[in-house]
């Protein structure tokens, strides 16, 4: 079971640089997250995603874009690298409850990107 | 507006020794908590949640949390720690929907828990 895979693991980019993190995932969830993770922070969200063509900004969305082309994608770009993007990121799923109670999130791996 | 505490960033045991990792939460309405566990280098597991059924949850690998409502607590326990329990632990409360759908999950910063033998 594949569950949440992100690619790439690692990634080095200079000041200015622009990339693209892929998230996937095959349990048919309806919503998807992309988080940052700092030290001594936890987890900060920065978009989500309710369904395919849809998506939101979240906690710390600045320097961000994202985008749902297929319900089991979820794609985190950043279109100019900062230093202070140097984080891991990580991705996230989830099904809708049902009832007055929010269901648990699937991670992925985690993928460790620093900005020199 | 939700939040979580976790009152210890560090914790040491020896191997065998109880573990008990602290979570206190604010909720205006009735919460869903999670206990979720990384290993270095990894993504963020699952270790067991509370929605509303027992306030004594039993979750993966011996652990167990106890909802506790007029604390506002959910304590994480192990009776006997093992090696493969050093890790950072995270609390994490959830009692309302994102703008739109979705879970707000609200993370506390982490205890870092340390098996010594």
């Known amino acids: 079971n594949a569950g949440v895979t992100q690619t790439p693991k690692f990634r080095v980019l200079k000041t200015g640089q622009s990339m693209t993190l892929l998230c996937a995932q095959d349990?048919?969830?309806?919503?998807m997250y992309w988080y940052r993770q700092d030290p001594g922070m936890g987890l900060r969200l920065i978009h989500y995603s309710v369904g395919e063509g849809t998506t939101a900004k979240g906690e710390v969305p600045d320097g961000y874009n994202v985008s749902r082309l297929k319900k089991q994608n979820f794609l985190l770009g950043l279109e100019s690298a900062a230093p202070s993007q140097t984080s891991v990121y990580f991705c996230?799923?989830?099904?809708?409850?049902?009832?007055?109670?929010?269901?648990?999130?699937?991670f992925g791996q985690g993928t460790r990107l620093t900005v020199v | 507006a939700q939040s979580v505490t976790q009152l210890d960033s560090h914790v040491s045991v020896s191997e065998g020794t109880p573990v008990l990792l602290r979570c206190n939460y604010s909720?205006?309405?009735?919460?869903?908590l999670f206990w979720y566990v990384q290993h270095p280098n990894k993504g963020l597991q699952l270790l067991l949640k509370y929605t509303s059924a027992a306030t004594l949850v039993k979750g993966i690998n011996g652990f167990e949390a106890e909802f506790k409502k007029s604390e506002t607590s959910f304590h994480l326990t192990k009776p006997s720690a093992h090696m493969s329990d050093a890790a950072e632990y995270f609390c994490?409360?959830?009692?309302?929907?994102?703008?739109?759908?979705?879970?707000?999950?609200?993370f506390g910063t982490g205890t870092q828990l340390k098996v010594e033998l």
């Open positions: 994490v409360v959830s009692d309302r929907e994102l703008t739109g759908g979705g879970n707000k999950l609200t």
């Open positions: 909720s205006s309405y009735s919460p869903s």
């Open positions: 349990m048919n969830h309806e919503y």
């Open positions: 996230a799923s989830s099904y809708r409850g049902t009832g007055l109670r929010n269901t648990e999130a699937f």
